[in-house]
């Protein structure tokens, strides 16, 4: 069973940083984009950043100069380090892969990790 887990939402205040990963683990025979999406309460869905297999990146406006998007291809795991963090950036974030495994090329979803930034 392919799956997508998450970790490292926290409670942390205003000007802090965090680092969310997220593995993909199950039989998998290719990866290509890789990325966050968020949702605050009451919020639609918003993509944060995302990043190709070759590195190539892309972020929200409002996470430029803050949030940094990575991955390691060998340990199937995408990475988000999140500084200079604020309150508005408080929501459920959630991870997402595109995958080749034994069916078809399709978008996975982790089950989502709560960041909140709080004073």
């Known amino acids: 069973q392919v799956q997508l887990v998450e970790s490292g939402g926290d409670l942390v205040q205003p000007g802090g940083s965090l680092r969310l990963s997220c593995a993909a683990s199950g039989t998998i025979f290719s990866i290509y984009d890789m990325g966050w999406y968020r949702q605050a309460p009451g919020k639609q869905r918003e993509l944060v950043a995302s990043?190709?297999?070759?590195?190539?990146?892309n972020y929200q406006n409002s996470v430029k100069g803050r949030f940094t998007i990575s991955r390691d291809n060998a340990k199937n795991t995408v990475y988000l380090q999140m500084n200079s963090l604020k309150p508005e950036d408080t929501a459920v974030y959630y991870c997402y892969a595109q995958m080749v495994t034994t069916t078809p090329l399709r978008v996975y979803w982790g089950q989502g990790t709560q960041v909140t930034v709080s004073s």
């Open positions: 990043i190709t297999n070759s590195g190539r990146t």
